[in-house]
């Protein structure tokens, strides 16, 4: 009897969720996606010091105006050098983050989307190779806009709700990333409701998604993130992708048994659901008065962008 990922494996395309090249080359993923968070992880671990070892040999060979500019440079390119790695495991797509303190700045967050296309095709991997991850703020959408008409591909990440992620898909992004886990673990702080499988806040939260992007025909790939369990993830089979953590995928491996198709885009055109119009008035009212969605998103732009300090601070002790 084969196991539960080789059997998620024919519904869902599955994608790593770390920065740990060891476990890619484990699960044979599609694709692979790393954030500020798990970039820290991996240089704090020390595993993987030759990498930084030679960013920051690379940076002693530049010219920067100051410390802070310098540590900057190297940080960007430990991502990239990451992803560059990644793509040599992986046949698809590598993720890789623009900075979560950039979340609220549409022209800087387009640049720094160019530097990092740039970075990878002067090493080599082509941008059709590349997902830009945004976050999914007003401002965040807008850039990914304008760069998805540019060519650069992008990942909308940090999706809560349904506003974020139709407006994402309105502004021709090629993938978003609704969150499941972080979206249950709102609701079992605020509540006293007992969750179990069929209620998930969470996992409904990605349903309602992927049955509203079936249904009006949207193609952007929804890409489903953030699991906490084996049972969130059972629960989406069928969804576009599933970005799984090497802890989960490794449970996975381990339980023999079927999977069940859960989601499927013909079931979605007799689902009763309105088609949205957004504006970027409705767009921040409706965030407002999705207090789960507005929290998470905030939190999910500070965490980022904690871990994104961490690394810097790490750096420069290196330095």
């Given at each position: 009897m084969t196991n539960k990922l080789e059997n998620l494996k024919k519904y869902s395309s599955i994608v790593a969720d770390t920065g740990n090249i060891?476990?890619?080359?484990?699960?044979?993923?599609?694709?692979?996606?790393?954030?500020?968070?798990?970039?820290?992880?991996?240089?704090?671990?020390?595993?993987?010091?030759?990498?930084?070892?030679?960013?920051?040999?690379?940076?002693?060979?530049?010219?920067?105006?100051?410390?802070?500019?310098?540590?900057?440079?190297?940080?960007?390119?430990?991502?990239?050098?990451?992803?560059?790695?990644?793509?040599?495991?992986?046949?698809g797509y590598i993720s890789t983050e623009v900075n979560a303190d950039l979340s609220f700045d549409s022209k800087a967050t387009i640049e720094k989307a160019q530097q990092i296309i740039n970075s990878y095709e002067e090493s080599g991997v082509k941008k059709n190779r590349v997902l830009i991850k945004i976050a999914g703020t007003w401002e965040g959408i807008q850039a990914v806009k304008q760069l998805e008409a540019m060519g650069i591909s992008c990942n909308c990440t940090l999706i809560f709700s349904l506003t974020q992620a139709v407006a994402c898909a309105?502004?021709?992004?090629?993938?978003?990333?609704?969150?499941?886990?972080?979206?249950?673990?709102?609701?079992?702080?605020?509540?006293?409701?007992?969750?179990?499988?069929?209620n998930d806040p969470g996992v409904e939260s990605v349903k309602k998604i992927f049955q509203y992007f079936k249904k009006y025909k949207l193609n952007t790939i929804v890409m489903a993130a953030s699991f906490r369990s084996i049972s969130q993830i059972i629960e989406l089979a069928g969804c576009d992708k599933l970005t799984i953590s090497p802890v989960l995928l490794d449970e996975l491996m381990n339980l023999k048994g079927d999977v069940d198709l859960k989601l499927k885009p013909e079931d979605s055109t007799s689902i009763d659901i309105p088609r949205l119009s957004i504006n970027e008035s409705a767009f921040r009212w409706h965030l407002n008065e999705n207090q789960m969605a507005s929290f998470k998103l905030a939190e999910g732009i500070r965490l980022f962008n904690k871990d994104l300090s961490k690394l810097r601070n790490l750096i420069i002790k290196q330095l």
């Open positions: 060891d476990s890619i080359k484990k699960f044979s993923p599609e694709d692979c996606t790393t954030n500020p968070s798990l970039i820290y992880k991996a240089v704090e671990s020390k595993k993987y010091q030759s990498i930084v070892n030679k960013v920051i040999d690379l940076s002693s060979s530049r010219t920067f105006n100051s410390k802070i500019e310098k540590t900057d440079f190297i940080v960007d390119q430990l991502a990239i050098s990451f992803g560059i790695e990644l793509s040599k495991i992986v046949p309105e502004a021709g992004a090629f993938l978003i990333s609704p969150f499941v886990g972080r979206i249950l673990d709102w609701f079992k702080l605020n509540t006293k409701v007992e969750f179990n499988k069929d």
